[in-house]
C-alpha cells in the first residue's frame, strides 16, 4: 500500500523538483497531490509521465494525508504546517520556519537520521538550509574521525537560492549587458550578472547575515553543538550548484590522504580530487546531480591538524528537494509512519 503525498508550492523551483525526485526514486506513493495559492488552481505540474492538475493549499483536507513535502516558504509555513501535522499529516518543511523549534527535528539523513523520532511532538520535521545541508554531508565523516573544533566557510551560491525570481533576473540582466542594455534590479541589491554579491539574507546587528548566521545555528543543531563556524555568503552569477571552500581545524592530526580515505566511505559525498587542470568538479558538473562532491582536499598549515577542500552540490535537490524525500524515505524506512486509512 502506497502513501498518499502532498506537495505544498508545486508550482515553484523545489516544489517541481520534489515531484520529480519522488518519480525519480519510485517512492512508494498511492497518490501525489501538487498545492499551491489559489491563483495557480488548475496550473499543470508534471509527475513522471503523468500531468496533474494543481489544487489550492487553503481548500485542501489532509485528514487521508500521509505525508506534506511543504515549500511554500515560511510564513504559510508557519500558518499551515501545525495545521497539517494536527490532522495527522507529517510535514517536511523546507522553510527557515521550525528549524530552531527545539521541539522539531532538523535533519540531514546522512549526518542525524536518529533525531527523526522526535517529529511526533509537532508532526513536523525541518529541512536545513541548503548551503548547510551539503556542508554538514561533508563535515559528518570528519567529525567523526578527527573531532572538529572550528569551521570557517565561504559560500558561492547559485542565484536559484533566491528562487525562480533570482533565476529570471540573472538571466534577463545577462541579456540586457549583450545587447548593451541597462541591467535591471529587482531581486538583488546589485548587479548580479557578471558580479558577486557578498549578501545574503538581511543583515544582523554583529555585521553577519542571517544566511551567515542559519549555517552556524544549523551545523551546532544538527551535528554539534560544541563546533565553532564562521560563514561568508556569497551570491555568484551561477544558475544552479552552491559551491563552498571550507577550513576545519580538528582535534586530531589530520592528513589530506587519511581525510580523502574517510571522505571516500561516507554516504552520500562523491570524490573528484586529482591535482591537475580540471581535475575538480564545480556546479556545471553538480546540477541535476544528487551527490555532494568534494575536491581540493589539502591540509591547511596555518593551523594545527587543518584541513581545507571544495565542497559542490545541487541546491535544488541535496540542498532541499532531495533532503525532503530521504527525510521521508527514513520515515517508511524505519517504520515510523504507515499509510493512514483513507477518509471515506
Not at 522526535?118 to 520535521?125: A, D, S
Amino acid at each position: 500500500m502506497g502513501y498518499k503525498v502532498a506537495i505544498a508550492g508545486a508550482t515553484g523551483n523545489v516544489g517541481r523538483e520534489m515531484l520529480d525526485i519522488l518519480a525519480e526514486r519510485a517512492f512508494p506513493v498511492s497518490e501525489v497531490v501538487p498545492l499551491a495559492s489559489q491563483r495557480s488552481v488548475g496550473q499543470e505540474v508534471s509527475f513522471g509521465d503523468k500531468t496533474l492538475k494543481v489544487k489550492a493549499l487553503e481548500h485542501y483536507d489532509f485528514s487521508d494525508t500521509d505525508i506534506c513535502l511543504m515549500s511554500a516558504g515560511g510564513d504559510v509555513s508557519k500558518v499551515w504546517s501545525p495545521k497539517i501535522g494536527a490532522q495527522g499529516c507529517v510535514v517536511i518543511d523546507n522553510s527557515s520556519a521550525w528549524r530552531y523549534d527545539a521541539d522539531v527535528p532538523l535533519i540531514v539523513p546522512e549526518v542525524n537520521a536518529d533525531a527523526v523520532k522526535g517529529f511526533t511532538r509537532k508532526n513536523i520535521i525541518a529541512n536545513p538550509n541548503c548551503s548547510t545541508a551539503q556542508l554538514v554531508v561533508a563535515l559528518k565523516p570528519l567529525h567523526d574521525r578527527f573531532g572538529i573544533k572550528r569551521v570557517v566557510v565561504s559560500t558561492y551560491q547559485s542565484v536559484s537560492g533566491a528562487g525562480k525570481d533570482g533565476m529570471d533576473e540573472l538571466f534577463e540582466q545577462t541579456k540586457a549587458v549583450y545587447s548593451a542594455g541597462e541591467p535591471k534590479q529587482k531581486k538583488f541589491t546589485k548587479r548580479i550578472a557578471f558580479n558577486v554579491i557578498p549578501h545574503i539574507d538581511v543583515f544582523m546587528e554583529d555585521g553577519f547575515t542571517k544566511e551567515e548566521w542559519k549555517m552556524t545555528a544549523e551545523t551546532k543543531k544538527i551535528l554539534d553543538p560544541k563546533i565553532k563556524l564562521t560563514a561568508t555568503c556569497v551570491r555568484v552569477p551561477v544558475f544552479i550548484g552552491h559551491s563552498e571552500a571550507v577550513n576545519i581545524e580538528c582535534e586530531k592530526p589530520i592528513t589530506a590522504d587519511e581525510a580523502r580515505e574517510v571522505l571516500r566511505a561516507a554516504p552520500g559525498l562523491l570524490i573528484v580530487d586529482k591535482r591537475e587542470p580540471g581535475g575538480y568538479i564545480t556546479p556545471h558538473e553538480a546540477a541535476g546531480e544528487d551527490a555532494t562532491y568534494i575536491s581540493r582536499i589539502r591540509e591547511d598549515i596555518t593551523v594545527e591538524n587543518g584541513l581545507a577542500f571544495w565542497c559542490v552540490s545541487d541546491n535544488l535537490r541535496k540542498g532541499a528537494a532531495l533532503n525532503a524525500v530521504q527525510i521521508a524515505e527514513v520515515l517508511i524506512n524505519r517504520g515510523l509512519i504507515k499509510p493512514r486509512a483513507k477518509a471515506a
